[in-house]
């Protein structure tokens, strides 16, 4: 029952999620500009940089650090400290292998006279008057100009996205049992979807009624259901209704069948054991032996 009612509320998310999606007006894209006030970076402020770190490491390791320390320190790799140790100068960065920084006057009138440019453009500007480098050097050179695939970007929303599959297992747990964040998920859902918080207050009362062992609550619950305009529990409490008796009987009385389909689990487990070549008297030989070990 409890398998049944756990699909029953995934198939209700799934339906609701792609009508959150449609109705969710966050969810719409941002056009991302340019900033108006850019500079190109010289190869000097990169250098200068370098050259602050290189004084670091020199600095730490004159006071007696070893270099794993000094990595730990500085979050660098050892291999870094060991290189700066041994150089006067900070090494060039690996832009300047390509002719980049030649057009960097080139770059910065472009930006200024069109703040709509994008960095492909300029790559292909650049490459008609003798660029020699690839495309992703200078996405790296104008980083702080504008980002690949960002002229349009979606919200970052902290739930955009969610598996049915785990809320409906998170409407069926318990609130003390549940995360900080599986609380604010839920929160959110509960906002947007009026049918999901009514699902999930009809999903405990359920849970409650097993527990509890309340089978005389059971048509009211049903009732309930029929009248939530919630037709995957709709569908769930009619199977419920076509063996209602059996289910009733298993909310209500305190036996069950764990123990013969235990058993039944048993028996095929050494029945596979012996891969269908011994005979029908070893196989109860053999439950019979397991059964006095066990006990």
């Known amino acids: 029952m409890l398998k049944n009612m756990g699909d029953a509320l ?24 340019n900033d108006p006030g850019y500079t190109i970076k010289k190869d000097t402020e990169f250098i200068s940089r370098r050259q602050l770190q290189m004084d670091q490491i020199k600095q730490l390791h004159k006071s007696g650090l070893g270099i794993r320390k000094i990595a730990d320190t500085l979050k660098m790799s050892r291999n870094t400290i060991r290189k700066y140790l041994h150089l006067d100068t900070p090494p060039p960065k690996s832009s300047t292998r390509t002719n980049i920084s030649f057009f960097a006057e080139f770059i910065q009138k472009r930006i200024e ?24 050097v200078v996405y790296e050179y104008l980083k702080g100009y504008i980002k690949p695939n960002q002229r349009i970007q979606m919200p970052k929303l902290k739930f955009s996205s969610w598996m049915p599959r785990k809320v409906s297992l998170l409407l ?45 609550l059971l048509n009211s619950w049903i009732a309930e259901v029929n009248v939530s305009s919630l037709k ?18 298993a909310l209500t009385l305190p036996w069950s069948n764990g123990q013969v389909e235990g ?18 008297s070893l196989l109860r030989k053999r439950l019979i032996l397991s059964s006095d070990l066990s006990t």
């Open 232 to 249: 995957e529990l709709s569908g769930f409490a009619k199977g419920l209704l076509n063996d209602y008796s059996a289910v009733k009987n």
């Open 113 to 136: 006279e069109d703040k709509e440019v994008q960095v492909v453009q300029l790559w292909k500007e650049i490459k008609a008057n003798g660029y020699n480098g690839c495309r992703s």
């Open 263 to 280: 058993q039944v689990n048993k028996l095929k487990t050494i029945k596979r054991q012996m891969y269908g070549r011994a005979s029908f």
């Open 10 to 33: 995934q198939k209700l998310l799934e339906r609701k999620r792609q009508e959150i999606r449609r109705n969710d007006k966050s969810l719409e894209p941002i056009v991302v500009y």
């Open 172 to 216: 069926y747990r318990k609130e003390n049992s549940l995360s900080q964040s599986d609380k604010e998920l839920l929160n959110m859902l509960y906002e947007k979807s009026p049918d999901i918080k009514r699902a999930a207050a009809l999903s405990g009362k359920f849970r409650e009624i097993m527990e509890n062992k309340r089978g005389d």
